[in-house]
């Protein structure tokens, strides 16, 4: 019991002092971030493209400028806080949670793949979702 209390600290540790690095030391516009490897091989935008950008933004309060990095981590970042301090705290999801319906992963793979098609399409309002 001990060894996962001192997995989630740790985790919750090393997450803290990595949005606090990203908060303080990183400056997107110096060019200080690492570039997406599957833009730089295809030259289209994965549905990852813009997230440390659009986190940055956020931890500055830049909203807007964060949903126009990567919106659908935006949107996505409740769920994703969710899951998080469920694990660091140690909550154990319910069997009858929504995460454990069926077609809760489909929907999710449906959404991911949607948006990376959509944001890749060269046309208004498409081109929008590109960072």
Known sequence: MHEHKFLRISIFIMAAGC??????????????????????????????CGVQRSFHALLHGYISAAMGYN?????????????????????KHSSSSFIYRPGFSLMVLIVVISFWVLRNLPFTPFSWLAP
């Open 19 to 48: 949005i606090l690095l990203l908060y303080f030391f990183v400056e997107p516009k110096n060019g200080n971030l690492p570039t997406c490897f599957f833009h730089q091989i295809t030259g289209l935008f994965c549905p990852g």
């Open 71 to 91: 919106l659908l981590f935006v949107l996505c970042l409740p769920l994703i806080i969710y899951f998080v301090l469920g694990y660091v705290l140690g909550k």
